[in-house]
């Protein structure tokens, strides 16, 4: 049985699989690599700490490029859905415009 904690943290992480996978995609490749244990960020000649720097801005870059394209697909899936709802809206109102058939009278 899954604890209301681990729940509690799951589920955020779920949405944001869902509906930002391009991010997901680019933080698990670097919380993948090796180079992110903390030591090893925290070590090194001046040298390193560039290429660390350097790195960490590549990354933010990848992230703000990755949001933008989960951002465009939540957008082009709410327009898409918009659209669909509103010709649904608009043929309701055909119908009613339309001439009604009179019911036949018998004589």
Known sequence: MISFLEHFLICPV???????????????????????????????????????RMRFSELKEDVRKAFTKDKAAVAAIASSASSS?????EGRGT????????????Q
């Open 85 to 89: 709802s509103s010709a649904r809206y």
């Open 14 to 52: 779920k949405l944001g699989r869902r509906y930002f996978p391009h991010c997901s995609d680019v933080l698990d490749n670097f919380l993948n690599e090796e180079s992110t244990d903390l030591i090893f960020l925290e070590t090194g000649t001046p040298e390193d700490q560039q290429v660390k």
């Open 95 to 106: 119908q009613s415009n339309r001439k009604s058939k009179q019911p036949r009278r018998y």
